[in-house]
C-alpha cells in the first residue's frame, strides 16, 4: 500500500511538473513571436538630480503587451528571456528602440537627457560593445548619453579577463557604467577599483527600509560613502516618500528615482513630464 501511495504522489509531481514545463514552453514560443509581432514596448523613468530637482535621465524598462495577458512586468519574462538565450536579440532590440528614441527626443529640442538600459549578464559578450558602436553610430546618439547598467552578478567569481576586456572596450566607445541593485549580489567589492564603473545603484530594499529600519538606513549611508570615497556618482532606486528623500539629501546622495516622482511612463507620457512649460 505504501508503495502504491507512493507512486501516486509521484504521479501527482510529474503532472504539476509537465503542466510547468509546457506552461514555459509556450511562453518561451510567444516571446520568440513577440518581438516580430512589436508587443514589447518600452517605458522611461525619470532620475533627478536631488540637489537641482532636474530630470537629468531615465532609465528604459521594457514591458511585454500580451495579447491575452496584458501588459507583463519583465520580472514575469526577462528570466525565460534569459535561460532561451532570446535575451540576446531582445536585449538589441531594447538598445536600438532605446537609442533612437532619446535621439528623436533630443532632435524634438528637449534638454540633452541621459538614458539607462538593463543588461543581462547573458548579454556580455564580446560582441557587445560591437553592438553598442553600431547602434550609437546608427542612431546618432553621444556616447556621453548612454549608461549601460549591470550588476554584481559579472563579477561574482572574480572578474575574469574577458569580461575586463568587455568593459574596456565600452569604456573607451565614452559610455558609461552603473552597478544596478548595488549590495544585494554577495560579491567581493573589489572590482570597484580595477574596472571603469562610474555610479552605484543603491537597491530599492535598502531604500525603502530608510524609514523602518536601521540598518537599512545605515547601508545607505554606507554604499553612499563608498562612492563618494572612490568618486562615484551614487543615485537611489525605488524612493517612495519624501522622508526617503530626505536622509538622502542629507547623506549626499546625487540622484533619485521612484514612484515619489514619477513611475515609469510610455515614451508619450514621458515626453509631457520632460517638456520645458510651453514647449
Ligand atoms: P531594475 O533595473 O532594478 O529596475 C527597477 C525596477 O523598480 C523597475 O521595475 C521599476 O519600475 C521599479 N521601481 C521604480 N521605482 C520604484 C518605486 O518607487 N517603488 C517600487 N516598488 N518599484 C519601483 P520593472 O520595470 O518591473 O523591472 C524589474 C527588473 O526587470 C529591472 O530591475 C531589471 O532588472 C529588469 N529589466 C527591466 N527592463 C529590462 C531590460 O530592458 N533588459 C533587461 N535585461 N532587464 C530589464
Ligand atoms: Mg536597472
Ligand atoms: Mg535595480
Ligand atoms: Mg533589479
Redesign the pocket.
Known amino acids: 500500500h505504501a508503495k502504491d501511495c507512493g507512486r501516486k504522489t509521484f504521479q501527482f509531481y510529474s503532472a504539476e511538473m509537465t503542466a510547468r514545463v509546457e506552461k514555459r514552453l509556450t511562453m518561451e514560443t510567444e516571446l520568440r513571436h513577440a518581438l516580430e509581432r512589436g508587443e514589447l514596448e518600452?517605458?522611461y523613468?525619470p532620475q533627478l538630480d536631488i540637489a537641482t530637482g532636474r530630470i537629468v535621465g531615465m532609465?528604459?524598462?521594457?514591458?511585454w503587451r500580451h495579447p491575452q495577458k496584458g501588459m507583463m512586468?519583465?520580472?514575469e519574462f526577462?528570466p525565460i528571456?534569459?535561460e532561451s538565450g532570446l535575451?540576446v536579440p531582445?536585449?538589441e532590440w531594447?538598445m536600438r528602440t532605446?537609442c533612437r528614441q532619446a535621439m528623436a527626443w533630443q532632435a524634438q529640442g528637449l534638454p540633452e537627457l541621459q538614458l539607462a538600459?538593463?543588461?543581462?549578464a547573458r548579454?556580455f559578450k564580446p560582441e557587445l560593445a560591437g553592438l553598442v558602436k553600431e547602434v550609437l553610430a546608427e542612431t546618432g546618439l553621444p556616447a556621453r548619453c548612454l549608461e549601460l547598467?549591470i550588476?554584481e552578478s559579472l563579477f561574482i567569481e572574480g572578474t575574469d579577463s574577458e569580461t575586463a576586456s568587455i568593459l574596456a572596450h565600452l569604456k573607451a566607445l565614452g559610455v558609461s557604467l552603473a552597478i544596478?541593485?548595488f549590495g544585494t549580489g554577495y560579491s567581493s567589492l573589489s572590482y570597484l577599483k580595477c574596472l571603469p564603473v562610474n555610479k552605484l545603484?543603491i537597491?530599492?530594499s535598502f531604500?525603502?527600509g530608510i524609514s523602518s529600519n536601521p540598518e537599512d538606513a545605515s547601508l545607505v549611508k554606507a554604499i553612499i560613502a563608498i562612492a563618494r570615497s572612490l568618486n562615484l556618482r551614487v543615485i537611489a532606486?525605488?524612493?517612495?516618500t519624501e522622508a526617503q528623500l530626505h536622509y538622502l539629501r542629507e547623506h549626499g546622495c546625487d540622484y533619485m528615482?521612484?514612484?515619489?516622482y514619477s513611475?515609469?511612463l510610455p515614451a508619450g507620457a514621458f515626453v509631457e513630464l520632460v517638456k520645458p512649460a510651453g514647449a
Open positions: 518600452l517605458h523613468q532609465e528604459a524598462l521594457v514591458r512586468p519583465p520580472a526577462i528571456a534569459e535575451i531582445i536585449g531594447i532605446a538600459i538593463n543588461l543581462s548579454q547598467e550588476t544596478d541593485d545603484k537597491d530599492q531604500v525603502q532606486e525605488g524612493v517612495e528615482q521612484g514612484y515619489y513611475r515609469a
